[in-house]
């Protein structure tokens, strides 16, 4: 007796965005719920914030100075759901609710749906690296080292602002746990893209390239018992997708960044590249990250002791390696390629910083952030100005998935309490009256505490909050 066909939902037409909203409908990816903030036993749990989507555009390139904005949150919140289904994910305990989320997860519908919207994601999030990137002044191994060299050689100098500020915050213990959560929103995600690339038949062209990809990933999956050690010190867990809800934009983006160029397998000498700019991100920072969770968690840092720092002569060691057997043989197309992968990490890196250094900032200073609220809505009203508003009639338990303004905006309480947060340390509780500031591209969510709750979003234009300020 053959086994009954399984049902297949009928595909959405050719609309990117009615593609996007069907693959964003799967029952793992709705949004969160008041006890869902952290997810640590189900891997399979992240809330996308399906919602708005109906308002967002991905049916073309999104704009650079959009990256930071929420089509770009929502948008690295799928893709590293596409990127996540061909891995394998197993929970602490399999629940009833873990194994309807798996269920969903790795269903023939999502295969389908995530391969749809594959291609429509990545032209959204990534079109935009094409803009201003700078070519080498010359092709060939030697140029392509020498701005390796240099890159190593400018960063080093110019340090990690995001590390520096982590380290100036008053709440140190909330600035590096964040900053933790966030290295463990990448890492495992980068790592898990150079796995990936290993699976692939390099012998003809450079039988050197698979030892070094299988030794790379070899060398995370040995170091795993420390990395653990070390999260454990900041009250955080391994799993993927444990704190969904608090990984900044950028800190997806850029563990996808790497998946992109590993899973689109015509981008190997890009994928060269941007490995080679992770290897050298990591040397650079190991030692900075080491003493800010020593210092604010007194965690196990032992993690990073566990592989050897790369210099100038190993970086040049590296690159010549990689590129010298396959130059040889496709000519200048790999260094080109090569570059490109480079300069988009590390334009990723960039944004990374400056992600990180204003949300710690922002999330240190929540009580000047609730006083510039109340002198923003004296302005408006001692001026009798009328700004655009949303209001919000929420009840007991209500939660708003944890996102991103494309605008400045106010949160003021007119009647009931609630939960807001923007860390997995603590909650602010806002009470009738209260309010506070959220700059635009803030990670942020809320919960109801009282049987209902009232509050409004002003919305406050950039050339009037720097008048006031």
Request: hydrophobic share 40%; proline share 5%.
């Amino acid at each position: 007796m053959t086994a009954p066909s399984p049902h297949y939902s009928p595909l959405p037409g050719d609309d990117p965005n009615e593609i996007v909203k069907a693959f964003a409908a799967n029952r793992a990816f709705r949004a969160a719920e008041w006890e869902e903030l952290t997810t640590e036993d189900n891997p399979y749990r992240r809330p996308v914030r399906p919602d708005d989507l109906a308002w967002l555009d991905y049916s073309g390139p999104m704009p650079a100075d959009k990256a930071l904005k929420l089509s770009g949150l929502l948008g690295h919140r799928m893709l590293r759901n596409v990127y996540d289904l061909d891995a394998l994910h197993l929970p602490p305990a399999r629940t009833p609710a873990v194994a309807e989320d798996q269920k969903a997860f790795y269903s023939h519908d999502n295969r389908v749906l995530s391969a749809l919207a594959k291609p429509i994601l990545e032209n959204h999030l990534f079109s935009f690296l094409a803009e201003g990137r700078t070519p080498l002044e010359r092709p060939g191994v030697a140029a392509a080292t020498s701005h390796v060299i240099g890159a190593f050689e400018q960063r080093r100098a110019a340090g990690n602002k995001a590390i520096d500020a982590v380290e100036r915050t008053v709440g140190k213990r909330e600035a590096g746990t964040f900053l933790m959560l966030q290295l463990s929103a990448f890492l495992p995600s980068m790592n898990a893209a150079v796995g990936r690339a290993a699976l692939g038949e390099y012998d003809h062209a450079c039988d050197s390239l698979r030892p070094f990809l299988v030794d790379e990933y070899r060398s995370w999956v040995n170091s795993s018992a420390a990395y653990a050690k070390m999260l454990d010190g900041g009250g955080l867990k391994t799993p993927a997708a444990a704190y969904w809800q608090l990984y900044l934009t950028t800190s997806l983006a850029r563990g996808n960044h790497l998946h992109h160029l590993s899973v689109n397998r015509e981008n190997l000498f890009a994928f060269l590249g941007a490995l080679v700019h992770k290897k050298m991100d990591e040397s650079l920072t190991r030692d900075r990250f080491a003493d800010a969770f020593a210092t604010c968690l007194t965690a196990d840092t032992g993690y990073f002791g566990t592989a050897p720092a790369l210099a100038e002569d190993g970086l040049r060691e590296l690159v010549g390696r990689l590129l010298t057997p396959l130059v040889a043989r496709y000519g200048d197309e790999v260094v080109e390629g090569f570059h490109q992968g480079f300069e988009d990490a590390a334009r990723f890196a960039g944004l990374w910083e400056t992600d990180l250094v204003e949300q710690v900032t922002w999330a240190d200073s929540i009580q000047e952030y609730q006083d510039k609220a109340i002198r923003i809505d004296k302005y408006l009203s001692d001026n009798n100005i009328v700004v655009d508003l949303d209001t919000f009639v929420e009840s007991n338990e209500e939660t708003s998935t944890t996102h991103v303004h494309n605008e400045h905006r106010l949160v003021m309480i007119e009647s009931g309490q609630m939960h807001f947060w923007n860390n997995v340390t603590h909650k602010i509780e806002f009470n009738q009256g209260d309010k506070v500031l959220i700059p635009v591209s803030r990670l942020h969510g809320s919960t109801v505490l009282s049987g209902e709750c009232t509050y409004h979003q002003p919305i406050i234009p950039d050339d009037m909050l720097n008048q006031i300020f």
